[in-house]
């Protein structure tokens, strides 16, 4: 099967190529409501974004206000474009959903306001005024909450009169991964980025070249799909896997592996066979499968843990999921919402400090509450596949970063 492009890749594309000196094309973007948004604000603030076939055509122009920019619940929207407004002469409102208005921003506020922006607001939703140019220079942030507060800067450094040198100060940065693909798409479109240095990035003032991006298929979200292969004993393979990767779903290979699959990378893509359902194994009266549980550190791809928790509580064995607290500040809550919902499906899983203990148990069908964050919806539909009744209130939140996943998991079962 194949899997609609990377929203982490799509963003970040947009964000450079309305930066840029000159037109760029993406190749086979996300079109999910996290890219939308983007490409929405960055119209609003004067970048021309056209459908051409698959592809989008970003014509980039002087950022300007007045503008209003929807966030949604996309991180890297409400991360990625203030730093690129503050460039932009105008007001610039932000706001976002109910949820967003939660999630952390203060950090790349405050950092924004070191370098010269006039910000009023910490959180969603805030205006900024933009003057046409940013000082920038070097500052100091604590990015323990998210990689998205360093990435969103780098993205728009170049652009500011005297460059950038971010530092982090504070507990170990997350989804470094993240970071990674943000310093080479830098690179790509020809920005010097110094990051020799451990935990800080520099960034030389210059241009962005606009250019072609072809955009990977995004693999965090292949991850519920390789999985519904683990709990049932079928294979799914996942096309167009590349061979390598900045992406932080890529961990899911080694994942699998230690959880019991048969795990192989070609040309044809991932190919992913489960150890199959527990012998004797009737719905609904187990947790049903022969994974083995696992102690694993997701503190680099915390996106995978609503998928590798759901394959946990199906397991053998005690797991230990560890190195995300920084989950809490996600769409939801994950840790809390996790723990509530597979409890609440007669799971034993304990919050930790900075993650979950999964003690599989006999599990019964009944709803699966969302929370409006795809990555848990996605969990419940992956346990609905081995446990009878799981009803997943919000399955329409998917359409954050899946344009369709009810389909996609339909073709997928139907052999598609
Ligand atoms: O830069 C990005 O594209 C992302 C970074 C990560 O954020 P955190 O560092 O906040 O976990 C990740 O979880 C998110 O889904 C996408
Ligand atoms: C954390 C996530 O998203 P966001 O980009 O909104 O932070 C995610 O997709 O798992």
Redesign the pocket.
């Known amino acids: 099967m194949s899997i609609p492009g990377s929203?982490s890749i799509t963003n970040r594309a947009l964000i450079l190529a309305a930066l840029a000196d000159g037109p760029s094309a993406l190749r086979a973007p996300l079109r999910s409501r996290?890219t939308h948004l983007m490409a929405d604000a960055l119209r609003s603030l004067g970048a021309g974004i056209a459908d051409e076939g698959n592809d989008w055509l970003v014509t980039p122009s002087t950022l300007r206000g007045p503008a209003d920019v929807d966030c949604g619940?996309?991180?890297?929207v409400m991360r990625f474009v203030p730093p690129a407004a503050a460039i932009a002469d105008g007001e610039i409102r932000f706001d976002g959903d109910e949820y967003a208005r939660e999630r952390p921003m203060g950090t790349i506020l405050n950092a924004l306001r070191g370098l010269g922006a006039d910000i009023t607001g910490d959180r969603l939703p805030f205006t900024l005024a933009g003057k046409g140019a940013l000082a920038g220079g070097e500052v100091t942030i604590d990015a323990s909450a998210s990689s998205?507060f360093v990435s969103g800067l780098l993205l728009s450094g170049c652009r500011y009169d005297n460059g950038l040198t971010v530092r982090h100060d504070g507990k170990p940065v997350p989804s470094m991964p993240h970071i990674e693909m943000t310093v080479q798409m830098l690179r790509t479109a020809g920005v010097d980025v110094d990051d020799t240095e451990a935990d800080t990035w520099q960034v030389r003032p210059g241009p962005i070249h606009g250019r072609e991006w072809v955009i990977e298929p995004d693999l965090?979200n292949a991850t519920p799909f390789l999985a519904a292969a683990a709990v049932t004993g079928g294979t799914v393979t996942v096309t167009g896997w590349p061979a390598e990767t900045t992406q932080p779903g890529d961990a899911i290979r080694e994942i699998l592996a230690n959880m019991g699959c048969d795990v192989e990378l070609s040309t044809d893509g991932l190919a992913i066979r489960g150890p199959g359902p527990r012998r004797g194994w009737e719905p609904p009266q187990g947790a049903g499968t022969t994974l083995s549980g696992v102690d694993v550190d997701l503190h680099e791809v915390g996106?995978l843990t609503p998928t590798v928790a759901a394959l946990a509580a199906l397991a053998e064995g005690q797991s230990v999921l560890r190195g995300i607290a920084h989950l809490r500040g996600?769409?939801t809550d994950r840790l809390k919402a996790l723990a509530n919902e597979l409890n609440a499906l007669g799971g034993d899983v304990e919050e930790t400090d900075d993650g979950l203990v999964i003690r599989p148990r006999p599990l019964h069908g009944g709803p699966w509450a969302a929370y409006a964050d795809?990555?848990m919806a996605t969990a419940g539909a992956i346990l609905g596949l081995v446990v009878d009744g799981v009803e997943v209130d919000d399955i329409g939140c998917t359409t954050k970063?899946i344009p369709d996943f009810p389909g996609m998991w339909s073709a997928m079962l139907g052999g598609n």
């Open positions: 929203k996290d619940l996309a991180g890297t998205q965090s996106e996600h769409e795809h990555r970063t």
